[in-house]
């Protein structure tokens, strides 16, 4: 399994917004002074992901999993069986007439309960798919 920092690279982003806000506003890139007043309003401000503060989340993680649950029921919009096309990929300079979906129907053998979720694919010959997808990369076709 492969660790991502994705969410640690997000809040990196949130803080160095924060960060520059401040050194235009004071004119001063002092950082030190006002990491500690940055970081207590990262810790109370409500993030969209869980509905709540990191601090109202930490006195009770409880509600952050039962919502995070939640999120992830609701956007499974696939079942294993189904059968999907798999989109192509279109550079800039690609003709719109050209197919946006494979001709190739590819059957869901497993969906896994990440955030956002994905699914693994096999061909008609039952042979698996390299990687996974996202719900927004296959559309949902009728076997032929």
């Known amino acids: 399994r492969t660790?991502?920092?994705?969410?640690?690279?997000r809040f990196n982003r949130t803080l160095k917004e924060k960060m520059f806000r401040?050194?235009?506003?004071?004119?001063?890139?002092?950082w030190i002074s006002i990491l500690p007043s940055l970081i207590n309003e990262?810790?109370?401000?409500?993030h969209r992901t869980i509905g709540m503060?990191?601090?109202?989340?930490?006195a009770d993680p409880t509600s952050v999993e039962i919502k995070t649950r939640k999120i992830i029921n609701k956007k499974i919009k696939l079942k294993i069986g189904d059968y999907v096309r798999i989109s192509t990929y279109k550079g800039v300079?690609?003709?719109?007439?050209?197919?946006?979906?494979?001709?190739e129907i590819f059957k869901i053998v497993k969906i896994n309960q990440t955030s956002p979720v994905t699914y693994q694919l096999q061909d008609y010959t039952g042979k698996p798919i390299a990687g996974c997808f996202y719900?927004?990369?296959i559309c949902k076709?009728?076997?032929p």
């Not at 990262?42 to 409500?46: A, G, I």
């Not at 503060?53 to 930490?58: E, G, I, K, M, R």
């Not at 300079?93 to 001709?103: E, L, N, R």
Request: proline share 5%; glycine share 4%.
């Open 3 to 9: 660790m991502k920092a994705c969410i640690v690279e």
């Open 22 to 30: 401040e050194f235009t506003a004071r004119g001063s890139q002092n």
């Open 42 to 46: 990262y810790n109370n401000t409500k």
């Open 53 to 58: 503060s990191p601090v109202q989340a930490d």
């Open 93 to 103: 300079f690609t003709k719109g007439y050209f197919p946006s979906w494979s001709t």
């Open 135 to 137: 719900s927004e990369e």
């Open 141 to 143: 076709t009728n076997y």
